[in-house]
């Protein structure tokens, strides 16, 4: 009698952790969704349980902004208007994170790609290394909870581009210019939708069993 597809699937990840074998030399996860879909948090627990690398544009782009860079006064002026930092900017980050951790076990991409052309550049720059996107977490949430999240958020941080003006432009730069990336990973079989309600925890555990039937 043969296998089944379940059975082999299991033979071969005893296979992987007995002989410590990994199909790829990296591993690169973008954490993909809207503004106040939680990719943040859940990129530091992914980066955390998995030993990646976190990179959160948006974080070091406030840095920037913080110590008032010429790179960080640029961004803010898109940034305070909920426009999304040209591709050429970011990029340019993320270029310098890869330059900086060549001998990471892999990264976990929070806020980047968000439009075509850095998901071009994006595999351009890994390809070039043999070290591809191997997954995209996708968190699926409805607008409304997003605009309540994104509200209490600005109550506790006091952060400007969280006014509700501000976050519904957000969102509609989002549907607008991200949202085409599904397509596009899709085509590559790497797109991975996850619900993206629910506890913290819960939501961290549909995360990790789309990466464990990765590696």
Do not use: W
């Not at 952060?159 to 989002?174: G, S």
């Amino acid at each position: 009698m043969g296998l089944t597809m379940m059975a082999m699937g299991e033979i071969i990840r005893k296979f992987i952790r007995l002989f410590n074998y990994k199909p790829f030399k990296m591993l690169n996860i973008i954490m993909f969704g809207a503004p106040g879909a939680g990719k943040g948090t859940q990129a530091i627990k992914i980066a955390e349980k998995y030993h990646l690398i976190h990179t959160s544009t948006g974080d070091i782009l406030r840095a920037e902004i913080g110590n008032k860079s010429e790179l960080g006064m640029k961004a803010k002026t898109f940034m305070d208007k909920g426009e999304l930092v040209p591709d050429a900017v970011l990029v340019d980050i993320i270029r310098s994170v890869m330059e900086r951790n060549k001998t990471a076990k892999g990264l976990v991409l929070d806020g980047f790609p968000r439009t075509l052309v850095q998901a071009e550049e994006l595999d351009k720059m890994l390809n070039a290394n043999h070290t591809p996107v191997n997954l995209v977490i996708a968190l699926e949430t409805k607008d409304e909870e997003l605009i309540t999240r994104l509200l209490k958020r600005a109550l506790e941080t006091g952060r400007a581009d969280d006014k509700e003006d501000v976050i519904k432009q957000r969102l509609q730069v989002y549907k607008n210019q991200t949202e085409p990336l599904i397509a596009y990973y899709k085509k590559q079989n790497k797109f991975h939708p996850v619900h993206g309600i629910g506890s913290i925890e819960g939501i961290f555990a549909d995360i990790c069993k789309e990466i464990d039937n990765l590696i």
